[in-house]
């Protein structure tokens, strides 16, 4: 009885051995799939001329290729709840980790929902954690344009001047006018608006001119940059101020 005994431990735990390394051998061929991408819930935007919303977004991820090769990183967005990637919903991350992306000219007024994505070379999708945002957003507090006028006129001549304008800084949304505030005061009593007319898009950090007729012959004028908002705000983007005398 007490050989027979001793048999059944020693199956036992020859039994168990080889479960073991059965298991362990099944971990090495199935490595842990170690993928991850986190978007960040804290988001930002852009309020574009056109009135349409650019959404700002970043995460961090983690892949070392364990679990496949990975042929895209992105973020994809929709508007209802685990987004899918298609040929019209990703951008492209970039960067090292933290990535970024802008999603460009959404429609305002919307909730959306998004979240990473590494596209594997098999053509299957992993998807990271999913955050909701809005494009219903309101720039009236927070945004920004600083301008200044240049003292010198880019060109004059017997039937007008051509001043230009500097923006230096533009933040949260674009203005749907930009140009040159005008008048014969010191004050802008009386003033008269010159819009540059071929402004296309937004308004970004560059130069702007207008030729600027009608002007009474050697006269001085007294000019300052001039932008307006859609909700009809004006601004002159600061303090900035030149003064010239027409031929």
Do not use: W
């Not at 970024?100 to 590494?118: E, Q």
């Not at 933040?171 to 802008?188: C, R, T, V, W």
């Amino acid at each position: 009885m007490k050989i027979k005994n001793l048999f059944k431990v020693a199956f036992l735990f020859l039994f168990t051995i080889t479960l073991n390394s059965c298991s362990s051998d099944e971990e090495s061929m199935n490595p842990l799939d170690d993928r991850a991408f986190t978007t960040d819930t804290d988001t930002d935007f852009f309020i574009n001329r056109d009135g349409t919303v650019n959404i700002l977004v970043t995460g961090e991820f983690t892949d070392s290729g364990i679990a496949g090769d990975v042929t895209r990183r992105g973020f994809v967005y929709g508007t209802a709840s685990n987004p899918e990637a298609n040929d019209n919903n990703t951008v492209t991350a970039s960067g090292p980790n933290p990535v970024h992306a802008t999603f460009m000219n959404l429609d305002a007024g919307n909730s959306i929902f998004i979240r990473g994505f590494f596209e594997m070379n098999d053509g299957t999708f992993f998807y990271g954690n999913e955050i909701q945002t809005s494009t219903d957003v309101d720039a009236s507090s927070t945004r920004l344009i600083a301008m200044t006028i240049k003292p010198d006129l880019f060109f004059q001549n017997s039937e007008g001047i051509t001043p230009e304008l500097q923006v230096t800084a533009i933040e949260k949304e674009s203005p749907i006018e930009i140009g040159f505030e005008y008048s014969l005061n010191q004050d802008f009593s009386n003033s008269s608006i010159a819009l540059d007319t071929d402004v296309s898009g937004n308004v970004f950090v560059t130069t702007y001119a207008e030729f600027i007729t009608g002007l009474t012959s050697n006269t001085v004028y007294y000019f300052r940059p001039y932008a307006k908002y859609a909700d009809n705000t004006v601004t002159n983007g600061g303090t900035s101020t030149a003064s010239f005398t027409t031929n």
